[in-house]
């Protein structure tokens, strides 16, 4: 299989280049052959381009199609909303399919978490929790905490507080300056790469033990929350060990700040759980979800609360959470997640996720064994990060000049696998791939990193 610019890629490319601004990408570049794929179909863990070839989604577009692609069931769910009810005033007024959807997600989620507020991506999700954090300790007449703090390395998305809180060096921040005031940052979780060179477990979770003194020197009174991803993609695919999120839980109870855990990725049965956090027997004051909630369907997100936040807008109007969307709790789009969320059930998806997982993990334990260049593979469920090192025994990277992204996405895509890569090589593909789909997806990497290793 070759993924050189075809005529019709080329041409697609070719009118892409003249009006649409691709997101992330320099849009001068765009008829550089191989820089846009231009895909148009879908079905199970597979995506075709306009020239016909045929990849495996080993991203799930990114991180978002669980169901798999190609549900008519979905689209006809869609077809009928849309033809019973596109859209009422939000503010106003309730529908069937945000009560159900709410219910059920309310049902599925940890503990005590019960309210659900529909947004419609992970970046508004991040956004509305942290206004959330802040008026629930406002509306308690605790009104001088407003303060978030979140880690280096971590990402949260675009909006202007989900901005703030980034602490990736690719989400550029310094474009955007002036950022939100009090948004706080500290060392992430990295135990291949310890910022603090420390060593688990004898470090004891230094890491998350740490944060109690950086909020003592912000002083604990004037801080509203902590959000991070229970597994954090953005940081290097870290799965933190069981206690990190104890540790976390315990400090935000001593100084009453709220836990917010970003399940944009994690949830919705990514990770073998129906949410990250559930590897860690914790419960977040607040979830933010998006993504893996409608598998990509339509967009949609969500904010999940516990009673006792929830609570705290029980009042007045100068109570609520006057934080409405237009198109929040769409009827189209809550319709369409709840079938997602339904397909998910059904077909027992959460478990296989888990079920592959660990056949992956064995996979990619012979991967290391067998390819100099892999440092560690890390993950969980269907959501995996093989870190590519130059020396493996020093850990060394590779240089920006090598471009290894380029060249290792370039193998992979040759060889039928999208997905991105660099430092590391992500493998999410949707929940519905089976073990054969798998075991190819792992022989595909072990070949494209023999063809990379015999370049050095
Ligand atoms: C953890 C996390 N939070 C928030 C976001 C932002 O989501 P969206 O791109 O839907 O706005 C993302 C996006 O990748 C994410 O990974």
């Known amino acids: ?78 077809r009928e ?81 989900a901005l703030s809180v980034n602490g990736a060096a690719y989400a550029r921040r310094t474009p955007f300056e002036p950022l939100l005031p009090g948004a706080v940052h500290v060392p992430g979780i990295n135990c291949y790469r310890c910022p603090y060179e420390k060593t688990y477990p004898d470090c004891e979770v230094f890491c998350a033990r740490t944060i109690e003194d950086r909020i003592k020197f912000e002083s604990p009174e004037t801080v509203a929350a902590i959000i991070a991803e229970p597994i954090s993609i953005a940081n290097a695919n870290q799965v933190p060990p069981a206690e990190y999120w104890r540790i976390l839980r315990e400090i935000c109870d001593r100084h009453g700040i709220l836990l917010i855990a970003d399940e944009v990725i994690n949830g919705y049965g990514r990770t073998g759980k129906w949410f990250g956090i559930q590897h860690f027997d914790v419960v977040p004051d607040i979830i933010t979800t998006a993504k893996g909630i409608s598998s990509g369907y339509i967009p949609i997100g969500a904010v999940l609360a516990r009673d006792a936040v929830a609570d705290a807008f029980v009042g007045g109007t100068d109570e609520a959470f006057m934080s409405g969307l237009t198109f929040g709790s769409h009827p189209v789009s809550t319709a369409v997640a709840l079938k997602n969320i339904e397909i998910l059930e059904r077909e027992n998806l959460v478990d296989n996720a888990a079920a592959i997982g660990e056949h992956l993990a064995t996979r990619f334990e012979a991967l290391r064994e067998r390819h100099p260049v892999v440092g560690e593979v890390r993950g969980t469920g269907l959501l995996w990060g093989i870190e590519i090192v130059k020396d493996a025994a020093t850990r060394e990277q590779f240089p920006p000049e090598e471009e290894i992204g380029a060249r290792l996405t370039a193998k992979l895509r040759a060889r039928g696998l999208l997905t991105r890569a660099g430092t590391l090589i992500y493998v999410a593909p949707p929940l519905v791939i089976n073990r054969e789909e798998a075991d190819t997806t792992v022989d595909i990497i072990d070949d494209a990193l023999t063809e990379f290793e015999a370049e050095l």
């Open 1 to 78: 299989m070759t993924t050189e610019s075809t005529p019709a890629n080329q041409e697609w490319a070719h009118r892409a280049r003249q009006h649409l601004w691709v997101q992330n990408k320099q849009y001068a570049r765009l008829e550089d052959p191989g820089e846009l794929p231009v895909l148009d179909r879908g079905d199970g863990i597979y995506l075709w381009d306009v020239e016909d070839r045929r990849y495996i989604d080993g991203l799930s577009g990114l991180w978002v199609t669980a169901a798999g692609h190609g549900r008519t069931e979905i689209a006809d769910v869609a």
């Open 81 to 161: 909303q849309m033809a019973n009810l596109a859209y009422a005033s939000t503010f106003d007024f309730a529908t069937p399919p945000a009560i159900r959807l709410a219910e059920k997600i309310a049902s599925l989620a940890p503990g005590d978490i019960n309210r659900v507020y529909f947004t419609n991506s992970g970046s508004e999700s991040v956004e509305v929790a942290l206004k959330m954090a802040r008026q629930y300790h406002y509306n308690r007449g605790d009104r001088k905490r407003y303060k978030v703090i979140s880690r280096i390395g971590s990402y949260h998305g675009q909006t202007f507080g």
